[in-house]
């Protein structure tokens, strides 16, 4: 994708993500179990991250242990 093109796309969004892939195609059993034995991750910044939403934002636990628990891993998030 070209520049311009890329800045169009970009400004005209509020969130991007990367397409979705099953964690069964990874050998894995969940997004946790993905990170956690992947060697370009470490387990303890996920770990750390769910410490923190459990003791700062409560409100959040549930959803984040959904996403960790999920089948489903969205790759290379980041902030543009």
Not at 5 to 18: G, P, S, W, Y
Not at 24 to 32: A, D, H, L, P, T
């Amino acid at each position: 994708m070209k520049e311009r093109a890329l800045r169009v796309f970009v400004e005209n969004c509020d969130v991007t993500i990367a397409k979705g892939k099953l964690v069964k195609q990874m050998n894995e059993r969940s997004v946790y179990d993905h990170y956690k034995k992947a060697s370009q991750l470490q387990i303890m910044d996920a770990d750390l991250l769910l410490a923190m939403i459990r003791e700062k934002y409560p409100v959040l636990w549930n959803t984040a242990q959904e996403y960790f628990e999920a089948k489903i891993f969205y790759p290379c998030n980041m902030l543009l």
